[in-house]
């Protein structure tokens, strides 16, 4: 792109320069760092080196992550969960006034990912997250003192307001601080809580249900988690560093270690700087919308069953207690389909198959749900049929973690998880509203477009596979039209001991490159496992926040 392209320039880093045109559209600060700290050059890490450094990692910001995103699941839970408590009586809510309380928090969501994919560029992630955690809290809270529909609507059009920014700051600070291979797990470790939400937000809840007080179950249920959610965001202001570079749980050499590990990903760190032409390319990508439509496709069933689930369950003859109980197992079908489904993509490295695969189980839970009547002599199989539907939340996490291992540069990292969440935003705000209080027990309509959406996600799948080969293909007849080599060898998606498998067997068929100098060069990016001439040694633009379109040694995962 033209080094003449608009540029804004966020707050630079302490310590750190900024330059704002490469020819290519400005570097990344990584790559001021590096420069800085290396004297631009690569450096060794070693597998050892690299594990630590990912334990470390993992010890701080795993934890933080994993807590905020309970807590948001739960938050958005306390509608259900209220619902089964009186709210609908209490508050006099009639017709489909219900559904539009679930569909509200994803209408604020949609309203605020076009400002938010700017905000994630400009600001410190870690700072403005936790900001933004705090201001949820306090709009739960605050739903204690709603009354009516009308207060209610105002207090969850804010917590959705706030909340919208955790999903796209995960996934952002997924590709921040992890490599390609290790994203896909993390993505799931803190998306499954929303499984353990299910689970232990049931038993939470059924604790609080029964506390003897003046107020109301669910007014209890809203303070309790919003006080909650407020202490914590403290927590997460004080401990989550805005990226690898400004870690204070991190020596200098560690910081350098933690930068060389994400070489591979080819997708730069962090810039502060937001670019018109990212933003372009970015709504131009057909990627965009095909990740666009896979996560509308799945919002819908996961904006309707999030919604009327406990609903759902008490229609099969339970009262609201048992209701609360029956539905701890769908958190733990949820937990298992989420981190069973990420490490099985780990596994073969591929995400479309598996994404095809967990729309089965959801397909035969809609037609056991549509076919079973609702009678005592049918309770066991229609829970069956509603567990084996709890699969679905497997798919989401695969699609961010798909989607943001296809995309490169920092403007457009954030802009094309915008038009991912807008997806999601609009499924979740249609989705409760095919689901009708009217319609139950049976949730005919609800239930029959959930189905038509799983088949059509397995097309989806198959869609974006085909296209990411092509784009591959393009990438490799680019390679060679510049005059390099057409073949890359990618180990983003490798583990380490892969790696060292690949280096030893290099060493023993070349016999001039030492078996320790094949694996520290693997771990740290350099893959050039084969003396042949024929392989490129990707890498070298790794930082120069280029887009995954703009950098020809880009390699697209499946």
């Given amino acids: 792109m033209a080094a003449t392209e608009e540029i804004e320039h966020g707050p630079p880093l302490p310590g750190s320069s900024q330059q704002s045109g490469d020819g290519e559209g400005g570097r990344n600060i990584t790559a001021s ?20 450094v990912l334990r470390r990692i993992d010890t701080v910001i795993l934890p933080i992550m994993l807590t905020v995103y309970f807590l948001q699941g739960l938050d958005k839970a306390t509608l259900a969960y209220s619902s089964v408590f009186g709210l609908i009586r209490d508050t006099g ?22 400002p938010l994919a700017w905000l994630l560029v400009r600001l410190p992630i870690g700072k403005f997250t936790s900001v933004m955690v705090l201001l949820w809290g306090v709009s739960l809270a605050c739903m204690a003192a709603s009354h009516n529909f009308s207060g209610l609507l105002a207090t969850r059009f804010f917590l959705g307001v706030f909340e919208a920014s955790v ?46 007080s003046r107020l109301k179950s669910y007014q209890i249920i809203f303070m309790f988690f919003g006080v909650i959610t407020v202490v914590f965001s403290f927590v997460m202001l004080a401990f989550m560093p805005d990226s690898p570079i400004e870690a204070k749980f991190l020596n ?59 609903l759902i369950v008490q229609t099969f003859g339970f009262d609201q207690f048992q209701t609360i109980l029956f539905n701890i197992p769908s958190g733990f079908v949820q937990l298992v389909a989420t981190v069973g489904g990420a490490f099985l993509a780990q596994r073969l490295k591929m995400k479309g198959p598996v994404i095809a695969g967990l729309c089965l189980p959801p397909i035969a839970g809609c037609v056991m749900l549509m076919v079973l009547p609702r009678d005592a002599g049918h309770r066991a199989p229609l829970l069956v049929g509603y567990y084996l539907i709890s699969v679905y939340p497997g798919i989401t996490p695969l699609i961010y973690s798909w989607a943001a291992q296809n995309t490169a540069g920092d403007t457009k990292r954030k802009c094309t998880n915008a038009v991912l969440f807008i997806g999601q935003s609009t499924g979740n705000v249609i989705g409760p509203l095919l689901y009708t209080q009217k319609e139950a027990p049976g949730y ?75 694996v520290r060069n693997a771990e740290e990016g350099d893959v050039a496992t084969s003396s042949s001439e024929e392989v ?16 020809e040694e880009f390699v697209f995962v499946y």
């Fill in 93 to 114: 809510l009639v017709g489909d006034q219900y559904s539009w309380l679930g569909s509200i928090v994803y209408l604020a969501q949609l309203v605020m990912q076009p």
């Fill in 536 to 551: 490129e040694r990707p890498g070298e633009r790794a930082f120069e926040n280029l887009t995954d379109l703009q950098n």
């Fill in 167 to 212: 999903a796209p700051s995960f996934v952002a600070i997924t590709q921040m601080w992890w490599r390609r291979r290790e994203q896909t797990v993390r993505t799931s470790y803190w998306y499954a809580m929303n499984g353990i939400t299910n689970m232990f937000g049931s038993l939470i809840t059924y604790g609080l249900g029964h506390i003897s």
């Fill in 33 to 52: 760092f590096l420069a800085k700290r290396a004297a631009g050059q690569r450096i060794s890490v070693t597998p050892a080196d690299s594990a630590r």
């Fill in 444 to 518: 005919s309509r609800g239930l029959r477009s959930n189905l038509a959406l799983y088949v059509a996600i397995i097309v989806l799948a198959g869609i974006t596979t085909t296209y990411l080969r092509y784009l591959n293909a393009s990438h490799a007849k680019r390679r060679v039209a510049m005059g390099k080599s057409a073949v890359i060898v990618d180990t983003s998606l490798d583990s380490a001991e892969e790696v060292a498998a690949s280096a030893a067997q290099k060493t023993r068929e070349d016999g001039d490159k030492t078996e320790t100098g094949n």
């Fill in 252 to 310: 200098d050499e560690d910081k350098l270690i933690a930068v060389e590990r994400l070489r591979m990903n080819q997708m730069g760190v962090v810039s502060r700087e937001w670019r018109n032409d990212h933003l372009k390319e970015t709504l131009l990508d057909p990627k965009s919308w095909l990740w666009f439509a896979l996560l509308f496709s799945i919002s819908i069933p996961s904006g309707g069953i999030s919604t009327f689930g406990p």
